[in-house]
């Protein structure tokens, strides 16, 4: 059988217990095995004492494979999985601080803004900030036009946030499992 050594950027959602230091021990697997990582987002996730990490980095199946492994040998971590954009709704935010003089002299501005369905959130005599939220390649082409422009001053993305296509949350699953695991045992003692 032939392994796919296709490099793709893959997603890894990974669950833990809410841990002081655990996020150093996640970027250090990925150190280790020369995996750059492109976005991180942390944050509390939907199930109840459990946190999600979101990572993104550019590897083959195999190496998200390893990777996904040695990221579950951690003892706080709960479970992680691997994806790819197919299996993803995905979502990123960022912010453009633009020349407000350059939009007042150059209307295409104010229409790359629209045509994008980004929103202006604030506006004084120097700048103008604007407001779009989608996916990486919206973002990106929004800031490739604006960029040519000349009025971007300041641009910042956030890491990808995303939910999974699956009909069932992985993770309730296995506490779920665990919990019954947990209580035949003490039944049994």
């Known amino acids: 059988m032939e392994q796919d050594t296709t490099t793709k950027l893959y997603t890894f959602l990974i ?9 150093s021990q996640i970027t250090a697997v990925f150190t280790r095995r020369q995996v750059n990582i492109e976005s991180l987002n942390v944050c509390a996730s939907s199930t109840p004492g459990a946190h999600k990490y979101t990572v993104t ?3 083959d199946e195999r190496m998200a ?12 971590v709960l479970q992680a999985h691997f994806y790819t954009d197919d299996q993803l709704f995905i979502n990123e935010t960022a912010l453009f601080k633009l020349s407000t003089p350059v939009m007042l002299k150059n209307p295409d501005v ?12 604030e506006v004084n005599n120097t700048y103008t900030v604007v407001e779009i939220t989608g996916i990486t390649n919206d ?3 929004l800031f490739d036009t604006l960029k040519t422009m000349d009025c971007v001053l300041q641009f910042v993305r956030s890491g990808r946030i995303c939910i ?5 949350e992985h993770l309730d699953e ?10 035949s045992s003490c039944k049994s003692k």
């Open 110 to 121: 104010g229409r790359m803004v629209r045509f994008h369905n980004a929103r202006i959130i």
């Open 15 to 23: 669950y833990s217990e809410n841990v002081p230091g655990l996020l």
């Open 57 to 59: 980095a550019n590897c």
């Open 174 to 183: 296995y506490l779920a499992a665990r919990e019954v695991k947990r209580a």
């Open 164 to 168: 999974t296509k699956s009909r069932v």
């Open 139 to 141: 973002i990106l082409s």
């Open 65 to 76: 494979r390893i990777l996904t492994s040695q990221i579950e040998k951690r003892i706080e």
